[in-house]
């Protein structure tokens, strides 16, 4: 029977803020980061599906961050993937300190995508000839939230850059990630609380599109919306944190 | 006598561009995040300065990449001081791909600051204290070039949010490459000649400001300037592509 996956990762000083602790995307781009690293690893990464035609895109993300590792810190993602269904394959992760303390985690769905219609595809057969990869081990987690309504009361706009597009000519995950927190205050993203982001993907953004990033506070989180050329929600997410009880 | 640092990388996913070779930014910052380490290691990092209220502080910066490396693929930094000044120290880089050919250089200027003042100190003592940290092997290619006037064609702003600040509460360095760079067309960014870049810190720019990024195509080089608030300029830089002879 399969077991969960490690990578070992360190804090760079790249990945932090000047509170000298690794950002909340940093983190993020290491947790993606080990997901394509461990299916690469395992024969059905991004390279494999190209060869056919296909790639596995990122549909729903729900990561907690219960405090944010130091500067020179090491540290472990063990990941595994719980489960495939027919359109979603579901992708779990802990993160682990050098002591071996659980600090966060991450529950991913994933679709597989024809890249000539750029719309799902069955996957079953993954599930079929790579059933040995699957662990019996639930999600560490509420898997992610669907984020069904946004009523935005503040918005920004951004131009996609070059900059900004991965290796699908999309907007990369941890960049989406950035333009929504960009939108609140620094003393509220550098706060050490546990923190759960959760992002819903609806559609793809592109080099040179002009995004709306729209913004709602409700109750303990902050919801957002991304939204290319003026059209419906591309990207959904919701942050909350958990600041302790008074 | 001191021999030069080996630090290996790999060109993951998060690296690359829809050509599937990294990008520049991802091998700069990857040169960077090599200083930071072999700093560190040898007992001169940010950790030791920052507790006698001194930081370094990149002051110019040259880079030669001959062909991006592909997805996936392994290289190496080899990483030396050759000499200490009284205001700069000079630290190179080669990189070198799994066959040990080398695809790359770097030569980079280091001033030290007082935190407090913001302003170079002498950084003699640096030199006496870990002579045995240099390597008496001259830089891998001509030192950074002053970049002295640019009348740029073209200007962009940005106002400066949380994702493009480091540990120094400054605008990240690579960040400020790919202002700069986003406002090229794609076509030019993703062609495989060789590059080089020469850049040149003058100021800080800081979280909030807004950022003016200027453009001028000069001959085979596009210079930029970036000035914070109006001010005076912060950044310049040339980038020169080397088309074949034709």
Redesign the interface.
Same mark, same amino acid.
């Given at each position: 029977m399969a077991e969960k996956s490690l990578y070992g990762y360190r804090v760079?000083?790249?990945d =932090? #803020?000047?509170t000298?602790r690794a950002?909340l995307?940093s983190l993020g781009?290491s947790i993606?980061?080990t997901a394509?690293?461990d299916a690469?690893g395992k024969g059905f990464g =991004? #390279?494999v599906l190209n060869a056919e035609n296909h790639s596995w895109v990122l549909s729903r993300m729900a990561i907690e961050i219960d405090r944010r590792p130091e500067?020179?810190t090491d540290y472990t993602i063990a990941t595994w993937i719980s489960d495939y269904g027919r359109v979603l394959s579901t992708r779990n992760f802990t993160l682990s300190d050098a002591a071996g303390g659980e600090f966060g985690r991450a529950v991913t769905q994933w679709a597989m995508i024809d890249l000539t219609t750029r719309s799902a595809v069955d996957l079953s057969w993954v599930g079929r000839e790579h059933n040995d990869a699957v662990v019996p081990v639930p999600p560490p987690t509420e898997r992610p939230r669907k984020i069904r309504e946004v009523t935005p009361t503040r918005t920004t706009e951004h131009r996609v850059?070059?900059?900004d597009?991965?290796?699908?000519?999309h907007v990369?995950t941890?960049r989406y990630v950035?333009m929504m927190?960009?939108m609140?205050p620094?003393e509220q993203?550098t706060q050490d609380f546990p923190v759960r982001l959760d992002i819903h993907f609806l559609k793809e953004c592109r080099?040179g599109q002009t995004l709306r990033i729209g913004c709602e506070e409700r109750g303990q989180a902050v919801l957002f919306e991304i939204s290319g050329d003026g059209t419906t929600a591309a990207v959904r997410a919701s942050v909350e944190w958990k600041r302790p009880e008074e």
């Open positions: 760079e000083p790249q =932090v #803020d000047f000298l950002t995307t781009s993606l980061n394509g690293q690469y =991004v #390279d500067q020179y850059v070059y900059s597009i991965d290796f699908n000519r990369n941890m950035e927190l960009d609140l620094v993203l080099y």
